[in-house]
Structure formats: C-alpha cells, structure tokens
C-alpha cells in the first residue's frame, strides 16, 4: 500500500467485480437499445477510468465521449456553479445517454451537469457513479447506478486524485489527512 494512504476502501478486485456488475446491469437495461446503443459520457478527469472500464464490460454498441467541467472556488467543495471547459463532441439528442462520474459529494456539479445534459433533449438520460459519499447534505439526484458507497472523507486512486496526484493507485482508499 501506498505510505500516503490512511486505509483502502475498496481493493482492485472488489472494483473489478462491482464494475462487472454495473456492466451487466447496463447491457439488460438497454437491451433494446442494440442498435443504436449508448452514449457514455465520462466527466473529466476522474471519472475517466472507470468508464474505460466500465465500457468494457457493457455488451452493447458504446460511444464514449467527454466532458470537462471545473467548479468554481477551489479544491474539496464544490460551488455547484459549473463552467464548461470541454463539451461533447457529438450530439447526443435523441440517443440514450449513461453519465459515468466518479464521486457523487455534495451532488452540485452532476445536478448542474445533468440539467445542461437534459436541455439537449437525450432519447434517456441516467447516471452510474462509482461512489457515493455519505453526507448529511446532497442534493437530490436519481442515480440509477451506483458503485459503492463510501464514508465521508477524501478519498482518492482509480481516477481519483488529490492535487493530480494517486489517480493511478489500483484501488480505493483514504488519503492521510497530514497529506492535504
Ligand atoms: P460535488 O460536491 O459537486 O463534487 O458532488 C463532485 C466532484 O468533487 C470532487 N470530489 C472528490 N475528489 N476525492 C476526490 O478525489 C474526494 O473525496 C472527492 N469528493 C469530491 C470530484 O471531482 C467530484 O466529481
Ligand atoms: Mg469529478
């Protein structure tokens, strides 16, 4: 392990399993959809590992594409006010769309996120998070796939980072709190 990080919440294998999971359950509820398949789009940058795995495991036509957003004010809180840094490269009007995030915290930037999303008038519209955070306060959001929950602290590796840094750690864990 990493002499950085407190405790790992989920091991590589674990994350392998569940994201064989959400695969699954993606391919049967889009089992109509074979023709024309999904969009999935990753928010960058931490989200980008998990749909390059998680489009692995769907057996469906997949289009990924992304997007960059950047809260404003600066690192662990979010704003909830959101600025466009990258935007889709395709159209996703009319085509079912699956948002992959990495981390569902205050829920402020997906809220915003999906509005913009919605305006664009998808076929479908839903949202696999890798983890939830469990916080006393998070917006309302109907996430259809959900990962993991995890406890309320800073958590970083597999696309997670602190500072750009652990996003390439296999698994899942607490940071130290010495470190941030
Ligand atoms: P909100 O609060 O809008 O925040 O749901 C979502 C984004 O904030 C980042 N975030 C984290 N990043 N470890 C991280 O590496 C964390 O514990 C954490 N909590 C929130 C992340 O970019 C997420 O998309
Ligand atoms: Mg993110």
């Keep these: 392990m990493h002499n950085d990080i407190a405790e790992v919440l ?3 294998d674990e994350i392998a399993r569940r994201v064989d999971e959400i695969g699954a359950q993606i391919t049967r509820d889009y ?3 074979t023709d024309e398949g999904i969009v999935l789009v990753s928010v960058l940058r931490g989200a980008a590992i998990f749909m390059a795995d998680l489009a692995r495991r769907i ?3 997949v289009e990924m594409d992304y997007m960059a957003v950047s809260s404003y004010g600066d ?9 466009i840094l990258k935007d889709l490269a395709s159209e996703i009007e009319g085509r079912h769309v699956v948002v992959a995030e990495d981390i569902l915290d ?3 930037t997906l809220k915003y996120l999906l509005k913009n999303l919605a305006s664009r008038h ?3 519209l839903e949202v696999a998070t890798l983890l939830r955070k469990k916080t006393l306060a998070q917006a309302k959001i109907e996430c259809k796939y959900i990962g993991f929950e995890c406890p309320d602290r800073f958590i970083v ?3 997670l980072d602190y500072a750009e840094r652990y996003r390439n750690l296999p698994y899942i864990g607490v940071l130290k709190p010495e470190m941030y």
Excluded: Q
């Excluded at 690192?75 to 600025?83: F, L, T």
């Design 31 to 33: 089992a109509e959809a």
């Design 122 to 124: 998808p076929a479908s």
């Design 10 to 12: 989920f091991t590589e």
């Design 157 to 159: 590796g597999y696309g």
């Design 106 to 108: 205050s829920g402020l």
């Design 59 to 61: 057996e469906l036509p």
């Design 75 to 83: 690192g662990a809180k979010s704003s909830g006010v959101v600025r």
